[in-house]
């Protein structure tokens, strides 16, 4: 409806001021009141137009009602007037009702006076709530003995309906529209206004709009008083939709609010000792701002991959959590973690309406009866470091712009908070490291001067920080160091370098003392400002290295000696005993005297029993010097089986427990051929101790022994129905010197180191001895060695014992002892090669010099007048190519390294096997 037209066909009178007081407009009604024309109405102001407007009850006040309302943009209802016509007639009006329509500032922008007589007022209301409507003010009429509410159609569009039947009439259902803080606060109004008889109010309000927001209305109202039968009133009044202005209002208020609040909070963590005091008093402000059950934060350790809850402040009657929620892992939440290093804020208004890649939050967040949340990640230096969230716990939330406004810029000064902790705890831990730290830390100005040093710089030096305070370190110059030395490093740190090294200073006292000494520049703006000087004391290091490089050469010369009392015992021992044994055992064939066989028998049984005892205690102290080398040989597994059932038959036939003793023997065989490549030597000494062990601890009974190849390794068994070893003693047994009886009174003699080299050689060959035994029943040894299966056609050729044909070469023997020259020479006879001798080192040099022809040198590496190391070096030096084979007694590996380094090609062992004999010539011919 055009503005215009309504107001000149209105049944009352309309006036409309502008902002100035200036006549806007005016209806024909107004015209006729006032008795002017239209042209001269629109010139004039309201000052002009006071004098034509009386009061009906005067009163010192009255003549300033309607310009104090207009001066202070207040509203006027049923005000009864007089107005003066300037055509000379007196027209009496009940009342005039002016409201001033405000624009988005909050500023009048025009002011309508609406004037209505009493004759025309019941005649006319429809048709003014009807008319009205298009001025966009709302009207409506309550009943109160009935509860009836009529409204216009403004009030159904001001709360978005289109259709009255959408909105209640009874007034018990329309309060439910009203924001019930509000509902409460003006019923106590109008209460208070009818027991005071008053009859007109104002107050705003907020209600419920058709999409579910709260929006502000002003409302204007009167009470018409029933008669005293009905106990009833009638209220009337009008209303405006003041939601824009309410908002941009709170927009102020609130941000002016907030801005104070972080402000003070701000504040607070900048002067705060405690930061974490100042983070729960952070939180709990926040809350009261936008009403929060719960703010907390978590902090997320990256390394642990672990997260914390670590503040939390909760609303009274709200449950705490944090205590439920320390060290959870990262990987539980996986959707949770991708948001936040996404860098997202969270906002759930509904935690039930999380999507089913949540389901595990969902199921946390609902056992804390959390109905919505705002969460916000904390990043500092690009890292995430945790999250700050709120949670409402009383209902779903619609967490608006502001609310996450709030939460970023808590965000920010937690943030900023945290990395300044960090600092300082690492300060702090910095500081009190290099306080306590063990080494002397000094720091000086650019000129050397001291400004700092700690405990243990004064411990160390004796002088107090006060002391070394300005001073340089030259105060600990020894005069231990040349001019150049100190020059070399000045110009090192000076040049932005750092320098370290060994140096001897002194002490307070006149002591000196070896310090290792580490001295760096500090840059500031590229400028080196200072220099940080670490030192430790290496007194006691430095006296400890010099002990030890003494002890090592104690150590060297002791093992020499050592390793060179060990050769010679091996080879002085060996030959007298040799004889003993031989010559005991030829005795009783020389003599038919019985005594004399038995004296000749217990000697050579206590001959060989001291030859046995020798070559332990030389395994022994090979072992303990690392000289015992594994040497892998081909040979047939039936050989090995073979030479133990020998040795276990020889062993009971020795004891004299044949006739008590059963033997048992079992090969299992699954390899081709039966073939293998294995330390031989060492299998039987571990076996046939286990088997003398066995002989030696059983009376009656049996003993058994069972060879199997199962899955690359050798397994051989030795089961007995002895006397048993004693579980506690089951380990002991392996040990040196340690026996299962070990009293003054045992029944069986020995040192105990049998079974102590046995499980040194096996472990030597990657292999393990087990024993399981029970007391009075027997013992089982399980030896098991890994062995090589696959051999190749040439591996196999080798176990053949093929003799090859060496016609037209000649082979150099270089040997002191003629016997075993004479062993190999016969051990060569069948190769059909020429075989040249030699006794000594002298004279070999002197063969390989006239002859140009030989072909390979067999050299003994212990002889007279020059030994083999030096002959093979001299040797090498007529003829580099000539291939020499060196032959020795010694195991040593340091004997071994020892030929190679010489010039030697190959190492053969005695005593000789012709099989490898063979194969180590034809290798190298």
Same mark, same amino acid.
């Given at each position: 409806m055009n503005k215009n037209f309504l107001i000149s066909n209105l049944p009352i009178g309309i006036l409309c001021l502008d902002q100035h007081k200036k006549v806007k407009s005016a209806n024909k009604i107004v015209l006729d009141l006032f008795g002017y024309t239209e042209q001269e109405m629109l010139s004039m102001s309201w000052e002009e137009l006071r004098p034509n407007i009386s009061y009906l009850e005067p009163s010192n006040n009255n003549d300033?009602?309607?310009?104090?309302?207009?001066?202070?943009?207040?509203?006027?209802?049923?005000? &009864?007037?007089?107005?003066? !016509?300037?055509?000379?007639?007196?027209?009496?009006?009940?009342?005039?009702?002016?409201?001033?329509?405000?624009?988005?500032?909050?500023?009048?922008?025009?002011?309508? @006076?609406?004037?209505?007589?009493?004759?025309?007022?019941?005649?006319?209301?429809?048709?003014?709530?009807?008319l009205i409507s298009d001025y966009r003010i709302g009207v409506w009429e309550w009943h109160t003995d009935t509860g009836k509410v009529t409204t216009n159609k403004q009030?159904?569009?001001?709360?978005?309906?289109?259709?009255?039947?959408?909105? &209640?009439?009874?007034?018990?259902?329309?309060?439910?529209?009203?924001? &019930?803080?509000?509902?409460?606060?003006?019923?106590?109004?109008?209460?208070?206004?009818?027991?005071?008889?008053?009859?007109?109010?104002? @107050?705003e309000l907020r209600m419920r709009h058709n999409s579910g927001e709260w929006i502000w209305l002003l409302i204007l109202g009167k009470i018409t008083l029933h008669n005293e039968k009905s106990n009833g009133v009638v209220i009337e009044g009008i209303h405006h939709d003041i939601t824009k202005y309410k908002k941009a209002e709170f927009e102020i208020s609130y941000k002016l609010e907030i801005e104070k609040l972080f402000s003070d909070i701000s504040s607070k963590f900048i002067q705060a000792e405690d930061i974490n005091k100042s983070i729960?008093?952070?939180?709990?402000?926040?809350a009261l701002v936008n009403n929060a059950s719960r703010v907390y934060l978590f902090q997320i350790d990256e390394k642990k991959q672990l997260m914390s809850n670590t503040h939390e402040?909760?609303?009274e009657g709200v449950s705490a959590e944090i205590d439920n929620l320390q060290d959870i892992p990262l990987s539980v939440f996986p959707w949770w973690m991708k948001q936040l290093y996404k860098k997202e804020v969270i906002n759930i208004q509904d935690v039930a309406s999380l999507p089913s890649e949540a389901n595990?939050?969902?199921?946390?967040?609902? !056992?804390?009866?959390?109905?919505?949340?705002?969460?916000? &990640?904390?990043?500092?230096?690009?890292?995430?470091?945790?999250f700050v969230g709120f949670d409402n716990v009383v209902s779903s939330s619609t967490w608006s712009l502001n609310d996450e406004k709030l939460l970023k810029i808590l965000g920010n000064i937690l943030s900023n908070a945290l990395e300044r902790r960090l600092g300082e705890a690492r300060l702090q831990l910095l500081t009190k490291a290099i306080e306590n730290s063990p080494v002397n830390v000094i720091v000086t100005n650019k000129k050397g001067e001291i400004q700092y040093v700690n405990k243990a710089f004064e411990r160390v030096t004796g002088y107090s920080f006060e002391e070394a305070e300005g001073k340089t370190p030259v105060i600990l110059n020894s005069g231990k160091h040349d001019k150049e030395f100190y020059a070399n490093l000045w110009s090192t740190i000076l040049s932005g370098k750092t320098w370290q090294g060994e140096i001897i200073n002194k002490t307070k006292s006149g002591k000196y003392f070896w310090a290792m000494e580490l001295i760096t520049p500090i840059f500031y703006n590229n400028e080196i400002t200072h220099f940080v000087s670490v030192t430790q004391d290496i007194s006691d290091y430095k006296k400890l290295f010099n002990d030890l490089i003494t002890a090592k050469e104690k150590a060297e010369e002791s093992d020499q000696t050592k390793s060179a009392f060990l050769a010679t015992m091996n080879h002085e021992l060996r030959t007298p005993l040799n004889h003993i044994i031989g010559f005991s055992e030829l005795i009783p064939d020389?003599?038919?005297?019985v005594s004399v066989k038995s004296f000749a028998q217990l000697i050579h049984k206590s001959g060989a029993k001291l030859l046995h005892l020798i070559e332990d205690i030389f395994d022994i102290s090979m072992i303990e010097q690392g000289e015992i080398a594994v040497r892998s040989t081909m040979f047939d597994i039936n050989e090995v089986y073979i030479e133990l059932q020998k040795e276990l038959h020889d062993l009971i036939l020795v004891s004299n427990k044949t006739e008590d003793i059963e033997l048992k023997f079992e090969l299992i065989n699954h390899t081709n051929n039966g073939q293998i490549k294995a330390d031989k030597s060492k299998i039987l000494q571990i076996v046939s101790n286990l088997l003398k062990n066995a002989v030696k601890y059983t009376h009656y009974g049996k003993i058994s022994l069972t060879i199997s190849l199962n899955e690359g390794y050798l397994l051989i068994k030795v089961n007995d129905t002895g006397i048993g070893i004693p579980k506690e003693k089951q380990e002991?047994? @392996?040990?040196?010197?340690?026996?299962?009886?070990?009293?003054?009174?045992r029944e069986f003699d020995g040192i105990g180191i049998g079974l102590a080299i046995a499980q040194k050689l096996a472990l030597v060959m990657n292999g393990r001895i087990e024993v399981s035994s029970e007391e009075g029943i027997g013992s089982e040894f399980i030896f098991e060695v890994p062995v090589e299966l696959n051999l190749s056609t040439e591996d196999i050729a080798q176990l053949q014992h093929e003799v090859p044909d060496l016609q037209d070469k000649q082979i150099l023997i270089v040997e002191d002892d003629l016997i075993s020259i004479d062993v190999l020479a016969k051990m060569l006879n069948t190769t059909n090669c020429n075989v040249i001798q030699s006794t000594n080192g002298k004279d070999a040099i002197e063969k390989v010099q006239n002859n140009s022809d030989i072909d390979i040198v067999l050299l003994d590496l212990m002889m007279p007048v020059l030994d083999g190391f030096n002959t093979a070096q001299k040797i090498k030096a007529i003829n580099p190519d000539i291939p020499i084979i060196a032959?020795?007694?010694?195991?040593?590996?340091?004997?071994i390294k020892k030929a190679t380094e010489s010039g030697c090609s190959d190492v053969i062992y005695k005593p000789i096997s012709r099989d490898i004999l063979y194969h180590k010539i034809k290798k190298y011919i």
């Amino acid at each position: 409806m055009n503005k215009n037209f309504l107001i000149s066909n209105l049944p009352i009178g309309i006036l409309c001021l502008d902002q100035h007081k200036k006549v806007k407009s005016a209806n024909k009604i107004v015209l006729d009141l006032f008795g002017y024309t239209e042209q001269e109405m629109l010139s004039m102001s309201w000052e002009e137009l006071r004098p034509n407007i009386s009061y009906l009850e005067p009163s010192n006040n009255n003549d300033c009602i309607i310009t104090n309302a207009l001066n202070n943009q207040k509203k006027i209802e049923d005000l &009864p007037i007089l107005i003066n !016509s300037q055509s000379g007639k007196e027209y009496h009006w009940e009342l005039i009702n002016i409201i001033p329509e405000k624009d988005q500032s909050g500023n009048t922008e025009t002011t309508y @006076f609406y004037f209505q007589n009493e004759s025309s007022k019941k005649a006319e209301k429809s048709r003014l709530i009807d008319l009205i409507s298009d001025y966009r003010i709302g009207v409506w009429e309550w009943h109160t003995d009935t509860g009836k509410v009529t409204t216009n159609k403004q009030w159904l569009h001001t709360l978005g309906y289109s259709d009255f039947n959408e909105i &209640p009439s009874d007034f018990n259902e329309w309060s439910k529209l009203i924001h &019930p803080e509000d509902l409460k606060r003006s019923m106590d109004k109008l209460n208070q206004l009818i027991a005071q008889n008053k009859q007109q109010f104002e @107050f705003e309000l907020r209600m419920r709009h058709n999409s579910g927001e709260w929006i502000w209305l002003l409302i204007l109202g009167k009470i018409t008083l029933h008669n005293e039968k009905s106990n009833g009133v009638v209220i009337e009044g009008i209303h405006h939709d003041i939601t824009k202005y309410k908002k941009a209002e709170f927009e102020i208020s609130y941000k002016l609010e907030i801005e104070k609040l972080f402000s003070d909070i701000s504040s607070k963590f900048i002067q705060a000792e405690d930061i974490n005091k100042s983070i729960n008093e952070a939180f709990k402000c926040l809350a009261l701002v936008n009403n929060a059950s719960r703010v907390y934060l978590f902090q997320i350790d990256e390394k642990k991959q672990l997260m914390s809850n670590t503040h939390e402040w909760c609303q009274e009657g709200v449950s705490a959590e944090i205590d439920n929620l320390q060290d959870i892992p990262l990987s539980v939440f996986p959707w949770w973690m991708k948001q936040l290093y996404k860098k997202e804020v969270i906002n759930i208004q509904d935690v039930a309406s999380l999507p089913s890649e949540a389901n595990v939050e969902k199921e946390m967040l609902e !056992s804390q009866d959390i109905k919505s949340l705002l969460v916000l &990640p904390l990043f500092i230096k690009n890292e995430l470091k945790g999250f700050v969230g709120f949670d409402n716990v009383v209902s779903s939330s619609t967490w608006s712009l502001n609310d996450e406004k709030l939460l970023k810029i808590l965000g920010n000064i937690l943030s900023n908070a945290l990395e300044r902790r960090l600092g300082e705890a690492r300060l702090q831990l910095l500081t009190k490291a290099i306080e306590n730290s063990p080494v002397n830390v000094i720091v000086t100005n650019k000129k050397g001067e001291i400004q700092y040093v700690n405990k243990a710089f004064e411990r160390v030096t004796g002088y107090s920080f006060e002391e070394a305070e300005g001073k340089t370190p030259v105060i600990l110059n020894s005069g231990k160091h040349d001019k150049e030395f100190y020059a070399n490093l000045w110009s090192t740190i000076l040049s932005g370098k750092t320098w370290q090294g060994e140096i001897i200073n002194k002490t307070k006292s006149g002591k000196y003392f070896w310090a290792m000494e580490l001295i760096t520049p500090i840059f500031y703006n590229n400028e080196i400002t200072h220099f940080v000087s670490v030192t430790q004391d290496i007194s006691d290091y430095k006296k400890l290295f010099n002990d030890l490089i003494t002890a090592k050469e104690k150590a060297e010369e002791s093992d020499q000696t050592k390793s060179a009392f060990l050769a010679t015992m091996n080879h002085e021992l060996r030959t007298p005993l040799n004889h003993i044994i031989g010559f005991s055992e030829l005795i009783p064939d020389m003599t038919d005297d019985v005594s004399v066989k038995s004296f000749a028998q217990l000697i050579h049984k206590s001959g060989a029993k001291l030859l046995h005892l020798i070559e332990d205690i030389f395994d022994i102290s090979m072992i303990e010097q690392g000289e015992i080398a594994v040497r892998s040989t081909m040979f047939d597994i039936n050989e090995v089986y073979i030479e133990l059932q020998k040795e276990l038959h020889d062993l009971i036939l020795v004891s004299n427990k044949t006739e008590d003793i059963e033997l048992k023997f079992e090969l299992i065989n699954h390899t081709n051929n039966g073939q293998i490549k294995a330390d031989k030597s060492k299998i039987l000494q571990i076996v046939s101790n286990l088997l003398k062990n066995a002989v030696k601890y059983t009376h009656y009974g049996k003993i058994s022994l069972t060879i199997s190849l199962n899955e690359g390794y050798l397994l051989i068994k030795v089961n007995d129905t002895g006397i048993g070893i004693p579980k506690e003693k089951q380990e002991v047994i @392996f040990n040196l010197f340690r026996q299962a009886e070990e009293t003054n009174t045992r029944e069986f003699d020995g040192i105990g180191i049998g079974l102590a080299i046995a499980q040194k050689l096996a472990l030597v060959m990657n292999g393990r001895i087990e024993v399981s035994s029970e007391e009075g029943i027997g013992s089982e040894f399980i030896f098991e060695v890994p062995v090589e299966l696959n051999l190749s056609t040439e591996d196999i050729a080798q176990l053949q014992h093929e003799v090859p044909d060496l016609q037209d070469k000649q082979i150099l023997i270089v040997e002191d002892d003629l016997i075993s020259i004479d062993v190999l020479a016969k051990m060569l006879n069948t190769t059909n090669c020429n075989v040249i001798q030699s006794t000594n080192g002298k004279d070999a040099i002197e063969k390989v010099q006239n002859n140009s022809d030989i072909d390979i040198v067999l050299l003994d590496l212990m002889m007279p007048v020059l030994d083999g190391f030096n002959t093979a070096q001299k040797i090498k030096a007529i003829n580099p190519d000539i291939p020499i084979i060196a032959i020795t007694a010694y195991t040593f590996k340091t004997d071994i390294k020892k030929a190679t380094e010489s010039g030697c090609s190959d190492v053969i062992y005695k005593p000789i096997s012709r099989d490898i004999l063979y194969h180590k010539i034809k290798k190298y011919i």
